[in-house]
């Protein structure tokens, strides 16, 4: 059993006090896990995995994807054959849309422009913020965010501070990511934790409340770019906070692994561990996006 050292998150009592119950807020966030248990719960949702793989399930997968290019070598042509992948991902059939086509921000308006010829709709992400070293000033994180909605995300996934983070600064880490919500107006902000950076559970967990008290509307695992990306183990981690999180305040928050997820049976894991902890309710785009560069082949191979 890790023993997690006491929180530095006195700011929360002065700031939330009234909008939920602190004393019952700081337990929790001092909370232990148990990694024998964890084990054990990933080892069920693998199995789980090979109960879910079937059409409809795939059919589902593809729906959650936040279908993904982010590459230095990004085109305007590139993205747009991206949009139309997530458009009509499967070609038979037209029903099914992908959770969102998401790019860098300076291919936002390719994208927006491409939508709007076409008079086609499709979620657009942008990655902002500082992705995905999260090194940069607060003043140009906010005025990436601004510029990406501007050119018509719908979504903004921003990355937090990993260097406040890993100094116990949760303080900075919400306020960065309040003042990136703010930026981000009507768009939905999604806050990767960039999890393989943040050395240890405790700092996931703390990482998932001080995203989720700034507002974000879904925290996320990892940018893709880090040497460790989405796990079992953090997804186990966050969807914990997100499930407490519900229960201290009634308020749903979104929950997306990215980063290194390729296959189907990864994919169906991540749904397995959803609906064990969440519960199916979480388990449609508004709440559960898996973001992802190459899943879609592979979901496609599967059908
Ligand atoms: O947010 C999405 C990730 O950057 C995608 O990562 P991936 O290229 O490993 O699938």
């Known amino acids: 059993m890790a023993t997690i050292v006491p929180t530095l998150f006195s700011f929360v009592r002065d700031t939330y006090k009234g909008r939920f119950d602190v004393d019952t807020f700081e337990k929790e966030v001092a909370r232990d896990f148990d990694n024998q248990e964890i084990a054990q719960a990933i080892s069920k949702y693998e199995q ?14 593809i729906q959650y994807i936040d279908l993904t290019t982010l590459n230095g070598d990004d085109t305007a042509s590139k993205v747009v054959a991206l949009s139309k992948r997530a458009i009509n991902p499967i070609p038979t059939d037209p029903s099914i ?17 491409f939508l709007t010829e076409t008079k086609q709709t499709c ?27 501007a050119d018509g995300a719908t979504e903004i996934d921003i990355v937090i501070s990993r260097a406040s983070a890993l100094e116990e600064d949760w303080k900075t880490v919400h ?16 806050t990767i934790l960039a999890t393989g ?34 796990t079992l183990e953090v997804a186990y981690v966050m969807c914990t906070a997100v499930k407490r999180w519900y229960e201290l305040t009634g308020q749903k928050v979104g929950f997306k692994p990215a980063g290194g997820i390729k296959t189907v049976d990864e994919a169906l894991a991540y749904v397995a561990l959803v609906k064990d902890i969440l519960g199916e309710q979480w388990l449609n785009p508004t709440l559960f996006r898996i973001g992802a560069s190459s899943l879609l082949d592979d979901c496609l191979n599967a059908l």
Not at 175 to 190: R, T
Request: proline residues 2%; charged residues 25%.
């Open 48 to 61: 789980e995995a090979k109960n879910l793989r079937n059409k409809d399930e795939i059919r589902k997968v």
């Open 123 to 149: 979620r657009i992400t942008g990655v902002a913020g500082g992705f995905p070293s999260g090194q940069y000033h607060l003043k140009s994180k906010v005025l990436e965010c601004e510029l990406t909605v």
């Open 175 to 190: 306020d960065e990511v309040l003042a990136c919500k703010k930026a981000c107006g009507s768009a939905h902000l999604k």
């Open 197 to 230: 950076e943040l050395k240890t559970l405790s700092n996931v967990y703390k990482a998932s409340w001080a995203s989720m008290l700034a507002g974000s509307d879904f925290i996320k695992t990892s940018t893709g770019k880090e040497s460790v990306n989405a």
């Open 97 to 113: 849309h992908c959770g969102s086509v998401c790019v860098y921000p300076q291919r936002i308006a390719d994208v927006k422009k």
